[in-house]
């Protein structure tokens, strides 16, 4: 008996050394509600309850910010200015900038100013409804980007016009929070805003982050993105939808050319980019364009690949995730 007892001991002291030498360092996480989305952020590191702190105050600062349902937020003022100028933060003038030059880049695909459209079709109340055609085409016709004018902290944009970052916020919250992580000295860490994902560093051992592409026809994933320092966004129209009577799918993606749900043959788009901001509006962008024009959009721009799923349920990666897309089914993956 007493042989065994002294043999547990030694077993237990042995499990325990080994058990200290691999455990990976502490990972803190936080979940946060914000902007309509569950957002869950881990972070590694000795500061890493001390960046969450700070992490969820800017977020909670940012969606005061750039909500466009409460009413003293710096969008929903100049929503209501019909066409004066209204002086709003720094961020809101910088994501402003950064959305007007990617509606230039993206061929107006993405557009940050189509809030008076999302609201016609019912999406911000979720009382949706199908606008007839000439309501469509009114609003359209007060939709103006080239006409947004930022002087410093002054924003003017024409009446009628509203203004939205439903596609670009999130991936430039994520951005906000590397930022905020960065100055803590904090180097591993990922930061899951709904479909806007950014991987900082590696994995704790060295690993790559591995962030699941969720599979739009089901409930699992249909293949992993193993990523370091890249952020992950994902635009898809199966997220928020109804049906109307005739039995069209109407999705929160609006192509910007029709006022209506864009209907690209894609029901999912998945890019990996440096930055969270561009990387957000451009898979939504990607959505609009359709399979063609964004795998030639993809093509022509530097640090950017993207995983698409089309209505038929085929995948097609872009040849840059060759050595980071690792899919469930591999047989119904087209590489271009
Ligand atoms: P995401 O989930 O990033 O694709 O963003 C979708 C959200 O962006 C929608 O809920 C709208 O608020 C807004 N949005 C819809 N269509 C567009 C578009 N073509 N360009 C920019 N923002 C859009
Ligand atoms: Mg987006």
Redesign the pocket.
């Known amino acids: 008996m007493k042989k065994f007892v002294i043999l547990l001991a030694f077993l237990i002291w042995i499990a325990s050394l080994t058990g200290c030498g691999n455990r990976p360092p502490e990972s803190q996480s936080a979940t946060i509600f914000a902007m309509d989305t569950v957002m869950t952020i881990t972070v590694y590191g000795e500061e890493a309850q001390e960046a969450l702190r700070q992490a969820t105050a800017e977020i909670n600062r940012l969606e005061t910010l750039f909500s466009v349902t409460r009413t003293e937020s710096d969008l929903a003022r100049i929503n209501a200015a019909d066409g004066k100028a209204v002086l709003v933060s720094p961020e809101t003038a910088e994501v402003l900038t950064l959305a007007i030059a990617l509606w230039e880049e993206t061929d107006g695909?993405?557009?940050?100013g189509?809030?008076a459209l999302?609201r016609a079709w019912g999406?911000t109340v979720g009382e949706y409804r199908v606008p007839e055609d000439a309501e469509i085409a009114d609003l359209l016709a007060q939709v103006d980007v080239a006409e947004i004018r930022i002087d410093g902290l002054t924003v003017t944009a024409p009446p009628g016009m509203e203004l939205?970052f439903?596609?670009?916020a999130?991936?430039y919250a994520a951005d906000r929070l590397v930022l905020i992580l960065r100055n803590l000295e904090i180097e591993s860490a990922i930061i899951s805003l709904?479909?806007?994902i950014l991987a900082l560093g590696e994995r704790p051992g060295g690993a790559p982050w591995r962030v699941a592409v969720n599979d739009p026809f089901g409930h699992g994933s249909l293949g992993i993105i193993e990523v370091r320092d890249r952020a992950v966004?994902?635009?898809?129209n199966y997220?928020?939808r109804f049906m109307s009577e005739e039995g069209e799918t109407i999705h929160?993606?609006?192509?910007?050319e029709t006022g209506r749900p864009?209907r690209s043959g894609l029901v999912s788009v998945t890019t990996v980019t440096a930055d969270g901001a561009r990387g957000?509006?451009l898979?939504?962008?990607l959505?609009?364009m359709g399979l063609p024009d964004a795998l030639a959009f993809v093509d022509r721009t530097p640090d950017l690949e993207a995983v698409f799923v089309t209505d038929d349920g085929r995948i097609y990666a872009t040849r840059g995730l060759e050595n980071m897309f690792v899919p469930e089914d591999a047989g119904r993956v087209s590489w271009s």
């Open positions: 695909t993405f557009s940050p189509l809030y999302q999406f939205d439903g596609a670009i999130k991936g709904g479909g806007d966004n994902t635009s898809g997220e928020r929160h993606i609006l192509d910007p864009a957000d509006a898979a939504t962008a959505f609009v």
